[in-house]
């Protein structure tokens, strides 16, 4: 008798113990990594993409922490630099948001295709799920630079075999109802259509199995 009501409450105790720590698992850790776009330039704290895309997750019920790893003015060089540093945050997954700056300034294609290749590589090596975040060149840059431009983010999807949002401003380039007064950075508004828009590639991600 006592063997059976010992073993009975060992497993009790167990079931228990695996019931609390499913209760008390640490929300997903999401990485937004990126520029101006990314860390809320222009806005007030709480109107930018990081805490938008927190509030919209957590309304789905989702236990997601979103990490503001963006940096204004910063190019795919500068965020290749720091991106080791961001990753020692152990994140569960990375949106990839960089390139604009780069294209903005005219620089070369080539080098912005050879910093987000190294920066895809070293995230994947991190065991990080990484949605890839494109950007499209503006149409005065000419047409050789935006075509070559334009091919960088599905041509490293599809080499890396990573997720991609092809055009992180769908929805909200060009529309001056939804962008501050320079033009290229969205409003409050602006950024709850690009949450809206990414969001189901977001969770999509999250569901994905570990590979």
């Known amino acids: 008798m006592n063997r059976r009501f010992l073993a009975a409450l060992t497993l009790a105790v167990t079931l228990l113990a695996a019931i609390s720590g499913a209760a008390y698992a640490a929300p997903v850790k999401i990485l937004a990594f990126g520029d101006s776009l990314t860390a809320g330039y222009g806005l007030p704290e709480g109107d930018g993409f990081v805490p938008q895309l927190q509030q919209a997750l957590e309304k789905m019920g989702r236990e997601v922490t979103v990490i503001n790893g963006g940096l204004s003015g910063d190019t795919t060089a500068g965020g290749l630099s720091r991106l080791d540093w961001m990753l020692a945050d152990k994140p569960d997954v ?9 294209m903005l300034r ?31 060149a503006s149409r005065n840059m000419g047409t050789d ?39 290229l950075h969205p409003t409050r508004d602006g950024v709850a259509v690009i949450v809206g828009n990414i969001l189901p ?11």
Do not use: C, W
Not at 106 to 132: C, F, H, M, V, Y
Not at 154 to 180: C, I, M, S, T, W
Not at 201 to 211: A, C
């Open 94 to 102: 990375v949106i990839l948001e960089l390139g604009a700056n780069d």
């Open 106 to 136: 005219g620089l070369s294609p080539d080098e912005a295709r050879a910093n987000l290749d190294a920066t895809i590589q070293r995230i994947k090596q991190s065991g990080a799920k990484l949605l890839l975040a494109g950007m499209l």
């Open 201 to 211: 590639h977001v969770t999509k991600l999250l569901d994905t199995p570990e590979s």
């Open 145 to 183: 630079y935006q075509s070559r431009f334009d091919a960088i983010y599905p041509d490293l999807a599809k080499a890396h075999g990573v997720a991609l949002y092809p055009f992180f401003l769908e929805g909200v380039a060009a529309r001056p109802e939804l962008n501050q007064q320079d033009g």
